[in-house]
């Protein structure tokens, strides 16, 4: 019989992240009704929270599902059927909110990539002033593409757009990247952020939520596909009172005040940081042993996770489960096409230079153990870098 594990287990995957105990406390209390006095107090504390952590004075939405269904709010609200959108194919999450948007009647122009890479701002120029009768309704981006741990630059995309004069509705998916990596909803000029509560902010699985611009709230007024429990306006009248239209995920909001409360302690420039800072070790970990990383382009590199190839004949999937096994150590899969090539370490949310240590320790033990050939003195290195960096 496998002997039971003892001590901690980690979840190093980018998502769900640890959640902290703090948060865990926090939703461990009764659930209360959600249309009286004192719910309606934290209802507007959790929104106004989340105004400021996605850097919007406009409504931000919350409801009660994974980021899945966020994606679908941020189409359905918007948009009518055979609306032309242009997306892009940097990975595993591009390709899958493309299939959404194809299921839901859209017409999706997918950019194709390589899966390294965010996507290039140059090249949403060149499409926008392509489509000279301005037939796009959308553009929809993800921040931080999961599957391979490439930051797309949505400033300079933002600026591809507005150099092309181009009227298309910007839509950017933050789901593993908000309260992680900087990001600026209003100053940017993104009209609707879809994220989630089970990466950066330390939370279960659970909570999407959506950030909408007037301009999109504006194009709601003629979307014409076909929505009710996604729909945008009941819920912002509503939650002009801090009430929802329809049972909230009430213990969850309780773990997102909890969590709001952690990012205004820490600040969030300090958080930023963080994770360029534990990403940077990782990536001098992953380098010393001889490995390849998946972002191919070192400016897109992502502070949340890292996508690790392995050589060729080497399933990655094999060494997940030895570590796992071994260590209790949970590493992300390769996802779609990845499957077995990769694995992704997560460095995220509720995170420190020792669970690090720990977990690049596990990796490079676990490789050695799964005759994956590579140079010793990765975890050194790691530290090494951080007692630099300070
Ligand atoms: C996790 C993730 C998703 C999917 O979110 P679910 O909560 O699993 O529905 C979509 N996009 C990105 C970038 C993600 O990281």
């Known amino acids: 019989m496998a002997r039971p594990p003892t001590g901690r287990h980690f979840l190093q995957i980018p998502g769900p992240s640890n959640v902290p105990d703090r948060i865990l406390r926090a939703m461990a209390r009764p659930t209360i009704d959600h249309r009286g006095p ?4 934290i209802g507007r504390k959790i929104l106004d929270g989340l105004r400021w952590l996605v850097g919007t004075e406009g409504p931000v939405i919350v409801y009660p599902s994974s980021g899945t269904g966020a994606w679908e709010a941020a189409l359905v609200n918007t948009l009518s059927p055979g609306d032309r959108v242009l997306m892009f194919e940097t990975g595993h999450f591009g390709v899958e909110w493309a299939e959404v948007a194809g299921r839901l009647g859209l017409d999706v122009d997918l950019v194709p990539g390589d899966w390294r890479q965010g996507v290039d701002p140059d090249v949403v120029e060149e499409r926008l002033k392509e489509d000279e009768s301005q037939t796009y309704k959308a553009i929809a981006v993800l921040h931080n593409e999961t599957s391979t741990g490439a930051v797309s630059r949505i400033h300079e995309i933002r600026r591809s757009i507005d150099r092309a004069g181009h009227p298309a509705l910007f839509m950017v998916d933050t789901i593993s990247s908000l309260g992680s990596i900087e990001y ?15 990466k950066g902010l330390m939370l279960p ?4 939520f959506t950030g909408v611009s007037a301009k999109a709230i504006e194009a709601s007024r003629t979307a014409t596909l076909p929505r009710s429990y996604w729909e945008w306006e009941r819920m912002i009248a509503q939650n002009e009172k801090g009430f929802f239209p329809y049972t909230p995920a009430t213990n969850l909001l309780y773990g997102l005040r909890e969590s709001l409360v952690m990012f205004r302690e820490e600040g969030l420039e300090n958080i930023f940081q963080r994770h360029i800072r534990h990403g940077a070790a990782t990536r001098r970990a992953v380098l010393t042993w001889g490995l390849e990383i998946q972002c191919g382009h070192p400016e897109e590199y992502s502070g949340v996770l890292t996508g690790v190839r392995l050589p060729e004949g080497h399933d990655a999937d094999r060494f997940r489960a030895l570590t796992l096994d071994r260590f209790d150590l949970s590493l992300g899969t390769g996802l779609g096409k990845l499957k077995g090539t990769m694995f992704r370490i997560g460095h995220l949310g509720d995170f420190n230079d020792l669970m690090l240590f720990a977990t690049l320790a596990g990796v490079e033990s676990g490789l050695a153990l799964a005759d994956i050939p590579i140079q010793r003195g990765g975890v050194n290195a790691a530290i090494a870098h951080l007692e630099e960096w300070g």
């Not at 004192?38 to 107090?41: D, I, L, N, P, V």
């Open 38 to 41: 004192e719910f309606a107090e």
């Open 184 to 198: 600026h909803h209003d100053e940017w000029g993104v009209d609707v952020t879809v994220s989630a509560s089970q």
């Open 205 to 208: 699985p659970g909570l999407a």
